[in-house]
């Protein structure tokens, strides 16, 4: 009898663990409290999404942003090394080359955005960074110039001043051809 009486003790105390709230969710900023509802939630991006939450204990609301975890592959260096894809770092490059240009966040984010899914897309384990850098000196051409020959500037390795200037010279002349700079 006694047997029988802890399996069931044991199959109540299982039910009760399963019937505990999880604690892994989202907390209060204000007042740390995991009690909250989810007021609204909008899709940002294609693997993002953006939730308006209310708090139940103090009644703050508070935005979160949750995102996929997408296996990114690793991008293999001009110098044989091998990194796993960073997309802040492609976003801090481009926020670079477009300083100081006409170019809008919601921009740089389409190009962010653009890259990131072709390499999820590609299914590769490894992508080159030229590969990638072709990717993004293609859209930067079409946005805007300058914003292209800074990044290509960068991206690009020459040996020195005239190489660079004729590099120039022939995406200027040839506007249709493949670029020199990529």
């Known amino acids: 009898m006694k047997s029988s009486s ?7 105390s299982c039910a009760n663990t399963l019937a505990k709230p999880k604690t892994d969710r989202m907390i209060c900023p204000n007042c740390k ?3 909250n ?6 899709q940002q991006g294609e693997s993002e999404l953006r939730r308006r939450r209310e708090c139940l204990d103090c009644k703050q609301r508070f ?8 296996r990114m592959p ?3 260096k001009k110098d044989g090394a091998r990194e796993p894809f960073d ?17 809008s966040l919601p921009q740089i984010e389409s190009i962010v955005q653009k890259v990131t899914t072709r390499l999820s897309a590609a299914g590769e384990r490894e992508v080159k960074s030229l590969e990638i850098g072709h990717w993004v000196i293609r859209e930067l051409k079409e946005l805007d110039h300058v914003a292209y020959v800074r990044f290509a500037s960068v991206y690009s390795t020459f040996e020195d001043i005239n ?15 493949k670029s020199e700079l990529q």
């Open 37 to 42: 509802k989810v007021l609204e939630t909008r």
């Open 87 to 103: 997309g802040q770092k492609l976003r801090r490059g481009l926020q670079l080359a477009c300083l100081k240009r006409p170019v």
């Open 6 to 12: 802890k399996k069931e003790s044991d199959k109540i």
């Open 33 to 35: 409290s995991p009690n």
């Open 63 to 70: 935005s979160t942003i949750e995102s996929w975890l997408i």
């Open 163 to 177: 190489e660079f200037v004729r590099s120039l010279s022939h995406d200027l002349e040839n506007p249709s051809a």
């Open 74 to 76: 690793y991008v293999v």
